[in-house]
């Protein structure tokens, strides 16, 4: 099975800022990952596939990149709306996988 | 409207039953494949089981074979999760999603979520 590695697993921002999250799979995918954000008591919501591509409706200040086995989720400035759960998944191959989560909170 | 609308869940004993049910409406349902991811409370999300278009292949997670099976009922837009041999370690909120692509297994849409509870 691939192990998705994610990074930090919490993390505090103050809106405006610039975020970064790390995902690190335990062999390359390609290409082949999605990033999601999850609030509490909800679905989870796709922001980013192939590593790098923006979902429909998403707002442009998240990007993706990254292949191989590293891969990155941006937030350019942070919004208010944006304090949440993210999860990377690989889908390359099965068993898909998920990264354990970073919970982004207020500073 | 794309909806996909678990029912199903509730508290059963180990070693019961449970048959999960996803509705899907405001799409065309057919072409897609579709899966169950369930997420502990508390914890992360993991993927359980994948169908295709047709039924003709399913895939599930170590954790889940031989104890439940997918399937699905394309004239009535839904696909099920009957689970089997439930352990206490099966609690989890399950969540009806749509792969974007037959072939990219990422999730476009997801379910509201149902929760299963296995306990004496």
């Known amino acids: 099975d691939i192990q998705m590695t994610q990074s930090p697993s919490a993390l505090s921002a103050s809106v405006g800022d610039r975020v970064t999250i790390t995902c690190r799979a335990s062999q390359s995918i390609s290409t082949w990952l999605a990033w999601y954000q999850q609030k509490p008591g909800n679905a989870p919501k796709v922001l980013i596939y192939k590593a790098s591509n923006l979902q429909s409706g998403v707002p442009s200040r998240f990007s993706g990149s990254g292949s191989g086995t590293e891969f990155t989720l941006t937030i350019s400035s942070l919004q208010p709306d944006d304090f949440a759960t993210y999860f990377c998944?690989?889908?390359?191959?099965?068993?898909?996988?998920f990264g354990g989560g970073t919970k982004l909170e207020i500073k | 409207e794309v909806q996909l609308v678990e029912s199903g869940g509730g508290l059963v004993r180990p070693g019961g039953s449970l048959r999960l049910s996803c509705a899907a409406s405001g799409f065309t349902f057919t072409p897609y494949w579709m899966h169950w991811v369930r997420q502990a409370p508390g914890k992360g999300l993991v993927w359980v089981s994948r169908?295709?278009?047709?039924?003709?292949?399913?895939k599930y997670a170590d954790s889940v074979w031989g104890r439940f099976t997918i399937s699905r009922d394309n004239a009535m837009h839904t696909v099920y999760l009957q689970m089997d041999n439930l352990r206490p370690e099966d609690t989890a909120v399950y969540y009806c999603?749509?792969?974007?692509?037959?072939?990219?297994?990422?999730?476009?849409?997801w379910g509201q979520g149902i929760l299963v509870t296995v306990s004496s």
């Open positions: 169908i295709n278009n047709d039924g003709s292949s399913t």
């Open positions: 998944q690989q889908y390359n191959s099965f068993p898909l996988t």
């Open positions: 999603a749509r792969a974007a692509d037959w072939s990219w297994d990422y999730f476009d849409f």
